[in-house]
């Protein structure tokens, strides 16, 4: 059973920083991608950041010079490094691991429970 735990969530001012992780647990037979989403009130779930198993790394370009997503694959672990908070960056943020399923072209998704951040005064 594959778990991933996310950290690091709370309550910031605009202007400061966070630093989520998220540790990803269990059996998995190759991991694709690892990356963050993040759900605000009202709003649909979006992407923030993923890196590929070939060290390619995407961003949102609403963070795009602000948030940082790095790994360690020895720990199987994600992190992203939040830069300049601003309130429209508030929401729940949720780890992502995209599964490669063996003998198959398909992939597992797996997601974190997630971590509220709140940028605000």
């Known amino acids: 059973q594959v778990q991933l735990v996310e950290s690091g969530g709370g309550l910031v001012q605009p202007g400061g920083s966070l630093r989520l992780s998220c540790a990803a647990s269990?059996?998995?037979?190759?991991?694709?991608?690892m990356g963050w989403y993040r759900q605000a009130p009202g709003k649909e779930r979006e992407l923030v950041a993923l890196t590929t198993s070939i060290s390619t790394v995407v961003y949102a370009d609403s963070v795009k010079g602000r948030f940082t997503i790095s790994r360690d694959n020895a720990k199987n672990t994600v992190y992203l490094q939040m830069n300049s908070l601003k309130p429209e960056d508030t929401a729940v943020y949720y780890c992502?691991?995209?599964?490669?399923?063996?003998?198959?072209?398909?992939?597992?998704?797996?997601w974190g429970k997630g971590t509220l951040v709140t940028v605000s005064t």
């Open positions: 992502n691991i995209m599964d490669k399923v063996k003998y198959s072209s398909s992939l597992m998704a797996y």
């Open positions: 269990g059996s998995m037979f190759s991991i694709n991608s």
